[in-house]
């Protein structure tokens, strides 16, 4: 059974480019979220999709987007990178019906803006 | 809103020794507890959860109990190895679904 997989592993952008990030969820699963952590610190919510629809939102700019596809897989996309977005992106899925559905999260990518 | 507070560390134990890392938080409703775990360069791994008071949460030797009481879920193991050094999230999930996770506790078991 494949648990969460995240691409790329690593990546460097230089500020003012933009960067897209993917993730398949576990096999199963339905819904994606997608957290940033920055170093030393807790992971924060982005967004979450489901039914391809961007579900629930945290306090992140419009320069964060998302997509979801039919099969359940979701890309991240963020435009005009800031050095502030240096950070581990983590991708979680679960199942939506139930009330207590766990999050299981992929291994991240980590974005280096220079 | 929803939020999680842990103790701060770092935290620096030797081998089996006792471990206790605190977490209490805030939250309407009845929220959700879990405790994730992330190893040097890796993501996060639900290490045990708890969804409702008095709920006992275990895994790995490690346990935790949802004290509605207290508002707390403290995470306890009663003789840590040297491959548990890993940092430690408390997170709760209410109505939204979203985590809400603490700042994380770094601990480190010496030999």
């Known amino acids: 059974d494949a648990g969460v997989t995240q691409s790329p592993t690593h990546l460097i952008k230089t500020r003012g480019q933009q960067v897209t990030l993917r993730c398949s969820p576990k096999?199963?699963?339905?819904?994606v979220s997608w957290y940033q952590q920055a170093l030393g610190q807790g992971p924060q919510f982005i967004f979450q999709y489901y039914e391809e629809e961007e579900r629930q939102r945290g306090n992140f700019p419009d320069r964060f987007s998302g997509h979801q596809f039919p099969n359940y897989s979701s890309e991240l996309n963020v435009n005009a990178l800031l050095l502030g977005d240096s950070a581990l992106y983590l991708c979680?899925?679960?199942?939506?019906?139930?009330?207590?559905?766990?999050?299981?999260f992929g291994p991240g990518t980590r974005l280096t803006v220079l | 809103g929803n939020s999680v507070t842990q103790m701060e560390g770092p935290v620096t134990l030797s081998e089996e020794a006792f471990l206790t890392i605190n977490c209490t938080y805030t939250?309407?409703?009845?929220?959700?507890l879990f405790w994730y775990v992330q190893y040097p360069g890796e993501g996060l791994q639900l290490l045990l959860k708890a969804t409702k008071a008095d709920d006992k949460g275990s895994n790995k030797g490690f346990e935790a109990t949802y004290r509605k009481e207290t508002t707390s879920f403290h995470l306890e193991k009663g003789s840590v190895q040297v491959s548990d050094s890993a940092v430690y999230f408390c997170a709760l999930k209410g109505g939204s679904e979203k985590l809400v996770f603490g700042k994380g506790t770094k601990l480190t078991v010496n030999p």
């Open positions: 096999s199963g699963h339905d819904t």
């Open positions: 979680a899925s679960s199942f939506i019906v139930t009330a207590t559905d766990t999050q299981y």
């Open positions: 939250a309407t409703g009845y929220p959700s």
